[in-house]
């Protein structure tokens, strides 16, 4: 290879002047060969090393990803699904008929999640979130009483009258009820007062009728022999001699005031007495025999039918969609150590715990000191304490 003296001529490439170390003298062409292969190696190296940190950035390894859009989340976990599928893939199209099925479900689940109104999270303990705490000693035939106790074809209802007043003594004009003898406790008068005023304001009727209240032990043994003898699934509508949720003083039957009145109850939650149905929760009203869990509550769907469990009860339950059943179950997870706390649709955050009787005579069970609280038994196996951590 000949090497010319003028650098302008002696191949393909020249050295930047600055490259130069005698910016006078040419530099030889096999000079010139070496540092271009040199820098050519270098490139490569550093475009290699870029290109593998792009690839751990934006893909393959699980700990560095960073996803952000729920498509991705989706595609990701798809990508999951995948790779740990140990049966081989089935028709494509199919597949993403059914992925692309499970993704709008979810996407609905998480849309209906976001209208609920009531969020649980586990937190403090009770003493964290209300302060000063005492300790109640609670006689164990407490854990009868209270708003929450559950009253069904295992647990009978020891009250029998004492909690209960006449509905005329505290009603108001916006509903009927059907004779003077219907009675309730007067806190679940006053809240259905609360209720019926409301409905009728909105819908400007006042024919809804309370069929009954308050039932006793010997009106329901009359009431099953009757049904007995009428029917082979009388369990199914009608509950055994104390076991009867009416002899709790916290539940009540709507009818409809007509003038024909016929067998049985007209009421049945359709049209505008849909409303009660539907928004008894904000009063502290629960449906209490909902389709689809008779299994679990042993009755058929009663529409008519209200339980008053107080607030904020009514609105988790209702807004979960389950029974009191499960609801006392549930609580039976939470302690004054680790509380439920449900936030309301206001705001308002409620701490809720249970405590176990654990002594024939009596229980300690834990209260705020200083704000207010209630205190129910679950009719069964301890106490829940129920206190407003805001106020
Ligand atoms: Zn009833």
């Given at each position: 290879m ?5 650098p302008?001529?002696?191949g393909?490439f ?5 490259m130069?170390?005698?910016p ?19 490139s ?5 090393v870029?290109?593998f ?16 859009t729920a ?16 049966v ?21 689940k998480q ?7 009531i969020?649980?999270e586990a937190s403090?303990?009770?003493?964290e979130l ?14 009868h ?5 559950l009253?069904n074809?295992?647990?009978?209802c020891?009250?029998d ?15 009927l ?21 409301d409905f009728?304001?909105?819908f ?13 032990y010997d009106?329901?043994?009359r ?6 003898d009428?029917?082979?699934e009388?369990?199914?509508w009608v509950a ?8 709790t003083?916290?539940?009540l039957?709507?009818?409809?005031n007509?003038l ?21 929760q ?20 009663e529409?008519w039918?209200?339980?008053?469990v107080?607030?904020?009860?009514s609105r ?5 969609g389950i029974?009191?059943?499960e ?5 039976h997870?939470f302690?004054?150590?680790?509380p ?8 308002s955050?409620?701490c809720?715990?249970?405590?176990a009787?654990n ?17 129910s ?5 301890g ?9």
């Amino acid at each position: 290879m000949n090497n010319n003296n003028s650098p302008k001529k002696n191949g393909f490439f020249h050295l930047p002047e600055i490259m130069r170390i005698y910016p006078d003298k040419p530099v030889p062409f096999r000079t010139q060969l070496a540092v271009m292969c040199t820098m050519l190696i270098i490139s490569c190296l550093l475009f290699t090393v870029v290109f593998f940190q792009q690839k751990i950035v934006h893909g393959d390894s699980g700990a560095a990803v960073q996803i952000s859009t729920a498509d991705e989340r989706s595609a990701a976990a798809r990508s999951e699904e995948n790779s740990t599928a140990s049966v081989a893939p089935s028709e494509p199209s199919q597949k993403e008929k059914q992925e692309s099925k499970q993704e709008s479900k979810q996407e609905s689940k998480q849309e209906s999640k976001e209208e609920k109104v009531i969020e649980t999270e586990a937190s403090e303990s009770a003493g964290e979130l209300l302060g000063n705490m005492k300790t109640l000693d609670m006689d164990v035939a407490a854990i009868h009483a209270g708003e929450l106790i559950l009253v069904n074809k295992d647990y009978s209802c020891r009250y029998d009258g004492e909690n209960v007043e006449p509905m005329g003594n505290y009603k108001t004009d916006s509903y009927l009820v059907l004779d003077y003898d219907v009675a309730l406790a007067p806190d679940v008068t006053k809240a259905f007062n609360n209720m019926m005023d409301d409905f009728e304001s909105q819908f400007g009727e006042n024919d809804v009728m309370v069929a009954c209240g308050y039932r006793s032990y010997d009106m329901q043994v009359r009431l099953f022999k009757n049904e007995q003898d009428n029917s082979d699934e009388a369990e199914q509508w009608v509950a055994p001699p104390g076991y009867s949720e009416h002899q709790t003083g916290f539940v009540l039957d709507l009818d409809l005031n007509k003038l024909e009145k016929g067998n049985g109850i007209d009421f049945d939650g359709s049209g505008d007495y849909g409303w009660l149905n539907n928004n008894c929760q904000d009063y502290g009203f629960i449906v209490r025999y909902i389709a689809g869990k008779e299994d679990i509550t042993g009755y058929n769907e009663e529409p008519w039918h209200f339980r008053y469990v107080g607030l904020p009860h009514s609105r988790f339950i209702t807004e979960k969609g389950i029974t009191l059943e499960e609801y006392i179950d549930m609580l039976h997870g939470f302690t004054a150590d680790k509380p439920l706390v449900i936030t309301d649709s206001d705001g308002s955050r409620y701490c809720i715990y249970y405590t176990a009787v654990n002594d024939w005579n009596t229980t300690e069970v834990e209260v705020p000191a200083d704000r207010k609280y209630t205190i129910s038994g679950d009719n069964y196996s301890g106490f829940i304490v129920t206190a407003k951590i805001d106020e």
